[in-house]
T-cell receptor, first 110, second 117 residues
Framework: GQQLNQSPQSMFIQEGEDVSMNCTSS?????WLWYKQDPGEGPVLLIA?????ELTSNGRLTAQFGITRKDSFLNISASIPSDVGIYFC??????????FGKGITLSVRP | GAGVSQTPSNKVTEKGKYVELRCDPI?????LYWYRQSLGQGPEFLIY????????DSGLPNDRFFAVRPEGSVSTLKIQRTERGDSAVYLC???????????????FGPGTRLTVL
């Protein structure tokens, strides 16, 4: 099925560094969501975006809804060990179902 | 308050058997969603309920898969004649409403890991 594009598959950063993740789509979405998933658990909602151009922060996390409505990015500042996990972007269009990317696995070296 | 809960957390079955997976959404959430997640992939949509009715079942892979939500709260995903390819984590999510915008923020349960031998 259709999926959003997230790359690279894995990212390795040093504790304290900032990291940016991008997500692109060939389709327009009305809502963009970013989730984090830990092993054996369900995805946890981090940030939700509803308007093109919107920039939203949640603590050390900042995300933006692209002007074209076909992309979004997530920034994590001053990374800490508990930021380790898989980060998924998800979009929804006129209907309610979410389309997910394949996820980016983030590793943080202490 | 309590989040989305799913039972069982793990289910091992044999090829050809019938299984039922249960989801308890967040209290007061009218919309409920089922997704399937294979290893190394993002969740893929299966079906969405608004209240008791299936508003969108376009993601169900074939007629072996069926889901119900008879009272508009708990939902059961049913898989008949299971196949090895059905092995995956089945995730349930709920949202306040099924419409767009903030009411569609979907909150996920921990999932049921289904293994078909």
């Amino acid at each position: 099925g259709q999926q959003l594009n997230q790359s690279p598959q894995s990212m390795f950063i040093q504790e304290g560094e900032d990291v940016s993740m991008n997500c692109t789509s060939s389709s327009i979405f009305n809502t963009w969501l970013w989730y984090k998933q830990d092993p054996g658990e369900g995805p946890v909602l981090l940030i939700a975006l509803y308007k093109a151009g919107e920039l939203t922060s949640n603590g050390r996390l900042t995300a933006q809804f692209g002007i074209t409505r076909k992309d979004s990015f997530l920034n994590i500042s001053a990374s800490i060990p508990s930021d380790v996990g898989i980060y998924f972007c998800a979009g929804s269009g006129a209907n309610s179902k979410l389309t997910f990317g394949k996820g980016i696995t983030l590793s943080v070296r202490p | 308050g309590a989040g989305v809960s799913q039972t069982p957390s793990n289910k091992v079955t044999e090829k050809g058997k019938y299984v039922e997976l249960r989801c308890d959404p967040i209290s007061g959430h009218t919309a409920l969603y089922w997704y399937r997640q294979s290893l190394g992939q993002g969740p893929e949509f299966l079906i969405y309920f608004q209240g008791t009715g299936a508003a969108d079942d376009s993601g169900l892979p074939n007629d072996r898969f069926f889901a119900v939500r008879p009272e508009g709260s708990v939902s059961t995903l049913k898989i008949q004649r299971t196949e090895r390819g059905d092995s995956a984590v089945y995730l349930c999510a709920s949202s306040l409403k099924g419409s767009g915008g903030p009411y569609n923020e979907q909150f996920f349960g921990p999932g049921t890991r289904l293994t078909v031998l």
